[in-house]
């Protein structure tokens, strides 16, 4: 990989604002880029969105995530999600939970003497999210299946592709990327799409499709280039590049593949 594609990591990013998981995130262009949260396609400043209520809502559980009071952001996000019909809070709060199971999945600390007791509840609290996390996923495809009859957008197709990738449902994934190709021209989310489902089915060539992405697209791109490289057995690459983006980054789904790339090497070293 040429030394110009992982420098962007050294860049400042620009930040914007993400209307559906209420998340300040990353740019390395200044203009849009794609959530390092919720993986949404975002080209707004925070100026442009704060006096929406929604977002208003939302940009407090990220508060309370990003200062670990987990159990208020949780409580927060079931008082948001439970009743929605708002398609943007569907999609938020499936990212919101999917993420919260996946940081109390792996902080189970198994050098702690107590460790079964602890370790065992933290599993159940993480089932009972990863049920959360599922409920809003499948609520957010079947309400954004009816809207999409009436009137199809090509930025909630997307959106369905992403939560079809998450719930590793890989036939409907490869519908939406399908539907998103038809339309024509190529646009940063579809770009994105397209790098996520060669690199997630080992389909085509990821890296021609990583390369543009890690230059221009979202910081997003380097965690899925620690994935292709992982797959293909290059462990100690994929975890210095998934080091570097956590100096910069809190991004979920990098930090649980982070701690499995790390187990995975440590298990290989034994
Ligand atoms: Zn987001």
Excluded at 9 to 14: A, G, K, Q, T
Excluded at 135 to 158: C, G, I, M, N, T
Excluded at 174 to 201: F, N, P
Aim: glycine fraction near 2%; include cysteine; hydrophobic fraction near 35%.
């Amino acid at each position: 990989m040429p030394r110009s594609e992982y420098s962007a990591l050294d860049r400042e990013f620009s930040e914007l604002a993400c209307g559906y998981c209420g998340s300040i995130t990353y740019a390395i262009s200044s203009k849009d880029t794609i959530c390092h949260f919720c993986e949404a396609y975002v080209n707004t400043a925070e100026e442009a969105i704060k006096a929406d209520e929604t977002y208003a809502k939302l940009s407090v559980i990220q508060k309370l995530i990003s200062s670990s009071s987990f159990e208020d952001a949780l409580k927060a996000t079931d008082a948001l999600s439970s009743k929605a019909t708002d398609l943007r809070v569907l999609f938020g709060s499936f990212a919101i939970y999917a993420a919260a199971s996946d940081a109390r999945y792996y902080d189970r600390d198994y050098n702690r003497s107590g460790f079964m007791e602890e370790n065992s509840s933290n599993v159940y609290a993480s089932l009972d999210l990863v049920s959360k996390e599922k409920e809003s996923a499948f609520k957010f495809l079947r309400l954004s299946a009816e809207k999409q009859k009436s009137s199809p957008y090509r930025s909630v197709e997307y959106l369905r592709f992403i939560t079809n990738v998450r719930l590793k449902r890989r036939l409907y994934a490869k519908r939406s990327l399908d539907l998103l190709e038809s339309s024509g021209t190529v646009i940063l989310s579809l770009q994105y799409a397209r790098m996520v489902y060669a690199v997630e089915y080992s389909s085509g060539n990821p890296e021609s499709l990583l390369s543009p992405m890690l230059i221009r697209g979202s910081p997003n791109s380097y965690y899925y280039l620690s994935r292709s490289l992982f797959r293909r057995g290059k462990y100690a690459e994929a975890r210095m590049i998934l080091q570097k983006l956590s100096e910069k980054i809190r991004m979920p789904m990098a930090a649980s593949f982070s701690v499995r790339v790390d187990d995975f090497i440590k298990k290989t070293e034994m």
